[in-house]
């Protein structure tokens, strides 16, 4: 993960998931409160996370990995992207205070491996959020990156212990859960991440280290499954890691190798054998904290969300009809990521925009974060974290790159009619990456009910967020549309998804 074994003593960590057989959960109605523990459960909740350090996922059908892709086929997959710079470069201090945290790099500020300006004291790492809201919980951390126990994770955790080898972190692990009542552990192994700076991920030996962090893997899973009191226990299982490696080995940088995580989990309400595309790596953490009871409080600020609360948005369905290049030609010719077909009840209108200019990029498209953000490194597309699964993106600086007709990038999205109630405060929200590089600007309007459009929201400077603004609708309304205007000259882009308004 880091260069050496060495150098990266001095430094600090990455981490992976990963997700055994959970009993089927039965938890007695109750009512949750925000950052609090839930009342009693028929079986006992418990969690265990296993990080693999530096785990390429690409290279999982080539090694020999029985426990892994048992997991898999037992629960569910999702692989996605990380950032890259500028919010932070794909290392394993970044990598793993992500996922801890539930938050991206630029709200816990982790941007390299020695933690400098870290915000652990505004997102702690779930395990101490699991203390504050239930002391009463066992919590174990074992690592063998030294910063995982020391640093990641806090000292409200009940158990930090340094494994100093993937054997003795394993070993460590195992013991303590078939010994001790563990309701949340979570385990990084990291052998897997020198084989990656040392050899590479083309190489046998990066293979071989991975089918022996599957073993180990398949060890600790066995330790649960052994607890005598397993029978009683309600066990969530996570896999997931920091970055990939670079065919050569090494990581940080911005290619799809280095980007590309994952997440395996398996326990109940996962489907075996299911697939997705919009679950992240910081959907880990309050995924663990609703497993376990407790509720994220909306001033945590958490950019993820528990697996089971993420539903499909209307850009997902058309992820089946996506299309593969047309004048985009440094993509690989196969890959499907685009269209400017919008999702039923959506439209655009392009009646401002000149013709020609790039095809993909020629007003409002729908795109996935392969296809966009491989389109052009190094301009700041990889860092649309918030953006799950297909996306829309007004990208005037793409659609710059080929002759077109006299004017300005100059399109609008505009959703379908939501229904809202007359005379209350409506609430709008979606996920945005407002990225200003040149003349450009961006508004979203409201209409009620087909009348004139009203300003909402005004973008002119770089904005990352999810947003949620208060409306307030006019006596008698019924329905309300957004709209979204993107005007630029060769300048950046902007992208919105998870659209909705509730009244």
Request: glycine share 10%; charged share 15%; no cysteine.
């Amino acid at each position: 993960m880091h260069l050496s074994p060495s150098v990266r003593a001095a430094l600090v960590g990455t981490v992976a998931v990963a997700m055994l057989p959970l009993a089927a959960s039965a938890h007695a109605a109750g009512t949750k409160a925000a950052g609090s523990s839930t009342a009693a459960v028929t079986k006992r909740p418990k969690s265990l996370v296993i990080g693999i350090d530096g785990a390429t996922f690409a290279k999982f059908a080539q090694a020999k990995m029985p426990r892994v892709q048992g997991l898999m086929a037992a629960g569910m997959t999702a692989t996605s992207n990380l950032y890259a710079n500028p919010m932070a470069p794909t290392l394993s201090g970044p990598g793993w205070s992500t996922i801890a945290t539930g938050t991206w790099p630029d709200k816990h500020k982790v941007l390299d491996n020695n933690f400098t300006g870290a915000r652990f004291d505004l997102y702690p790492d779930y395990v101490t959020r699991l203390e504050g809201a239930n002391p009463a919980l066992n919590t174990l951390v074992v690592g063998t990156w030294a910063a995982i126990p020391n640093t990641v994770f806090g000292p409200a955790v009940d158990t930090r212990l340094g494994g100093v080898s993937d054997a003795n972190t394993t070993t460590t692990a195992v013991s303590r859960l078939k010994t001790t009542d563990a309701d949340a552990t979570f385990v990084h192994l990291d052998d897997v991440d020198h084989a990656g700076h040392t050899y590479g991920t083309e190489s046998q030996a990066y293979l071989n280290a991975l089918e022996t962090a599957d073993t180990e893997v398949g060890q600790i899973l066995d330790a649960v499954t052994s607890r005598a009191t397993y029978a009683d226990e309600d066990w969530q299982i996570v896999i997931t890691a920091d970055h990939g490696h670079k065919p050569a080995g090494g990581h940080g940088g911005n290619t799809p190798a280095e980007r590309q995580t994952f997440v395996i989990a398996q326990g109940a309400g996962f489907t075996p054998g299911s697939v997705r595309y919009d679950v992240k790596v910081t959907d880990v953490a309050p995924t663990v904290l609703s497993h376990l009871g407790v509720v994220p409080n909306p001033a945590w600020q958490l950019d993820g969300k528990a697996i089971g609360a993420i539903t499909p948005d209307a850009f997902d369905a058309l992820r089946p009809s996506l299309n593969t290049r047309v004048d985009e030609l440094a993509l690989p010719s196969t890959l499907k990521g685009w269209t400017t077909t919008a999702p039923t009840g959506w439209t655009i209108d392009n009646s401002a925009m000149p013709t020609g200019g790039v095809t993909e990029w020629r007003g409002w498209s729908f795109a996935t974060d392969e296809f966009w953000t491989n389109a052009a490194l190094d301009q700041g597309r990889e860092t649309n974290v918030r953006a799950r699964n297909v996306f829309a993106v007004a990208d005037s600086d793409e659609w710059d790159d080929k002759a077109h007709g006299a004017g300005q990038f100059d399109s609008t999205l505009v959703s379908p009619a939501f229904p809202v109630t007359g005379g209350a405060s409506a609430t709008v929200s979606y996920a945005t990456n407002y990225k200003v590089d040149g003349p450009q600007t961006g508004d979203v309007y409201i209409s009620f009910d087909g009348g004139p459009r009203q300003l909402l929201q005004s973008y002119r400077a770089d904005r990352n967020a999810f947003e949620n603004l208060t409306v307030a609708v006019p006596a008698g309304a019924t329905t309300a549309r957004l709209s979204f205007r993107y005007t630029g000259t060769n300048s950046a882009f902007w992208t919105v998804d998870q659209v909705a308004l509730t009244s």
